[in-house]
């Protein structure tokens, strides 16, 4: 099955500052990598995707790059804000499937 | 995105009894909800997918006898932890699938905290 594999674990950055977060995948068939932002205590919220038909996205400071070769993905954060500071976790599934989730990093954006 | 509601957002109950708890899609029909499990500082843990109208399907190491999953309408499913015991103590997330065409994502409620005494 699909195995997702997602790092640093934790990272901290000065605010103004771009992060980026990095996951692998086992499963050349996942066609669909969402990544999630979850808030101390709240539901995870979906705040960009990538399918694989397509090799980067952008929405204002967030972007995400896909490499399918390598089977890798990659989620950007520019000109971090504290606001910014949460648990990210990225996914990776089949259509259809179920999704199979990163263990999560935690950033945190220093003021 | 789609809305996914969750009740109740806390609950402290005994060891040995029951809690159930709700997902709802308030916008939308969603024939697949997913139920999760998140201990501290730690990832989603797919328990179960629950489809509508039919048997939820249990991932391996859960307990399909303890954690019953009903999903009797397209807006509506149930998580009901039988006997809780202290171990069972932990925050309990659904989600929902949302297709439009070949294109899907999955929507997540607010999350049960669940402390059991």
């Known amino acids: 099955g699909e195995n997702v594999e997602q790092h640093p674990s934790t990272l901290s950055v000065q605010e103004g500052d771009s992060a980026v977060i990095k996951c692998t995948y086992s499963?050349?068939?996942?066609?669909?990598f969402p990544w999630y932002k979850q808030e101390l205590g709240k539901r995870p919220q979906l705040i960009i995707d990538?399918?694989?038909?397509?090799g980067e996205k952008k929405d204002q400071r967030i972007a995400v790059t896909l490499n399918k070769t390598a089977k890798h993905f990659s989620l950007h954060i520019t000109e971090t804000q504290p606001e910014d500071s949460a648990v990210y976790f990225c996914a990776a599934s089949n259509t259809g499937q179920n999704f199979v989730f990163g263990p999560g990093t935690r950033l945190s954006v220093l003021p | 995105g789609a809305v996914v509601s969750q009740h109740p957002s806390r609950v402290i109950c005994k060891s040995g009894t029951s809690v159930k708890i709700e997902c709802r899609s308030l916008d939308f029909q969603a024939t697949t909800m997913f139920w999760y499990r998140q201990f501290p500082k730690q990832s989603l843990m797919l328990m179960a997918t629950s489809n509508e109208g039919s048997k939820a399907t249990y991932e391996q190491g859960v307990e399909k006898d303890k954690f019953l999953i009903n999903h009797a309408s397209l807006t509506l499913s149930t998580l009901t932890v039988t006997s809780a015991h202290p171990e069972d103590s932990s925050f309990y997330i659904c989600?929902?699938?949302?297709?439009?065409?070949?294109?899907?994502?999955?929507?997540f409620g607010p999350g049960t905290r669940l402390l059991v005494l």
């Open positions: 990538i399918r694989s038909n397509v």
């Open positions: 499963d050349s068939a996942s066609n669909y």
């Open positions: 989600s929902a699938r949302v297709s439009s065409g070949l294109q899907e994502t999955q929507y």
